[in-house]
């Protein structure tokens, strides 16, 4: 990892408003976001019809396009293979979407690629503009339309089907809502200081009151917000090499974000490094309360496998619904927080690990832990990464 301590990395939060044509159907597009360390995919799928037939066909080509990328491809060459087989969709059973994909680097750096979907929206904290899809490529029998702009903090890029961009057709609006009517919307909000992660959700009100009655297309709008990362910094356990415990520390204190320290051999470490005093905060109250520590300079110090063990049980339980009181739930409530969890994983045996009562209560050793956390984590939408000293 050898993370850059002035590192500052841009992070997309993503903030949906969804809604299908009928309340007692299911949706027919979908959402998918894949993370990587250095970008964040977005793709919103439109499938054909409504329904769960159109469901199945925005969840299996949303997931097929996210695959394709997983694997490898280039977004170019991820989205030829898509509309290869969506134009062999035109004339068979073959169930077709339409699409948009949105690439955004850490640096800012956005493409958005679509196949027969609206023009998406750039917005700032001031205004909003259409990007028009000027750039247009052949890809086999089928054109995709191709957009690249730079997100500074605090800017968005705005996402949807056309069931915001053709809402009111044939009554307010002849051709439908439209792409640079849905703009002008936008800036009447940020001109009365709406809060711009409540956006899609106004929108999608907007385009229920221009239908009247339902809605009149499964509808679905996305905000791709650029701020500043929420970082988190884990260190636990001790290094391999004993030689090793002060470059460590000082290395994970020089570290960007939050501090959490996980294992009472580990606070002795860190507090010896630092020369200052680990204090504990309060005796262990069982298994279900394991001790924590106070040390100047770090944002919270526990006991370590057990409250990793715990945290993996409970992270799964939305932030409101965790109790109070207990080291174990304040680490769950400060990694919902972040958006990017760095763990610095010390390597050196622990003996105690290996005693049976741990296997007895279902206890992962530290290295063990730690992924399955990790995959949790992920699964949650946060960029994680490990460094094993």
């Given amino acids: 990892m050898n993370p850059d301590p002035a590192e500052s990395k841009k992070y997309i939060e993503i903030i949906t408003a969804q809604a299908p044509k009928k309340k007692s159907q299911v949706c027919g597009d979908f959402f998918v976001t894949y993370r990587t360390d250095e970008a964040t995919t977005f793709i919103l799928a439109d499938g054909m019809g409504t329904g769960v037939k159109a469901n199945i066909a925005a969840v299996m080509n949303s997931s097929r396009l996210a695959e394709l990328l997983r694997l490898g491809f280039t977004l170019r060459e991820a989205c030829k293979k898509m509309v290869d087989t969506l134009h062999e969709a035109r004339t068979s059973n073959i169930p077709f979407a339409a699409f948009s994909v949105c690439r955004i680097l850490n ?76 703009s002008y919307f936008i800036d009447g909000l940020l001109a009365q200081h709406t809060d711009i992660k409540e956006i899609p959700a106004r929108i999608l009100k907007k385009v229920k009151d221009i239908s009247i009655t339902d809605y009149g297309d499964d509808t679905s709008c996305a905000l791709l917000l650029c701020r500043e990362s929420n970082v988190l910094n884990i260190l636990t356990g001790p290094p391999f090499k004993k030689t090793d415990d002060d470059r460590v520390v000082k290395m994970f204190m020089e ?135």
């Fill in 255 to 389: 570290m960007k974000g939050r501090k959490v320290v996980c294992g009472s051999t580990t606070v002795e470490i860190v507090s010896k490094s630092l020369k200052v005093k680990a204090t504990l905060k309060e005796e262990p109250q069982g298994y279900h309360k394991p001790p924590s520590y106070e040390i100047e300079g770090i944002d919270l110090a526990t006991e370590g496998v057990i409250t990793l063990n715990q945290v993996y049980n409970i992270i799964d339980v939305p932030p409101e619904k965790l109790g109070g009181g207990s080291p174990v739930t304040e680490l769950a409530r400060i990694l919902h927080e972040s958006d990017i969890v760095n763990f610095i994983v010390g390597t050196a045996t622990n003996r105690a690990h290996k005693n049976i009562i741990f296997r007895q209560m279902g206890i992962f050793p530290r290295e063990a832990i730690i992924k399955l956390l990790v995959e949790k984590l992920k699964d949650l939408g946060k960029v994680v990464s490990i460094e094993y000293v």
């Fill in 107 to 182: 640096s800012g750096h956005a493409t958005i690629i679509s196949y027969e979907m609206p023009s998406p929206i750039l917005l700032s904290r001031h205004f909003a503009t259409y990007l028009p899809q000027q750039r247009f490529f052949p890809m086999g029998l089928e054109i995709i339309s191709e957009v690249n702009c730079v997100l500074e903090y605090g800017d968005g890029i705005i996402l949807f089907s056309d069931g915001v961009s053709q809402a009111g057709m044939g009554r307010q609006y002849r051709m439908g809502w439209g792409v640079q009517n849905v």
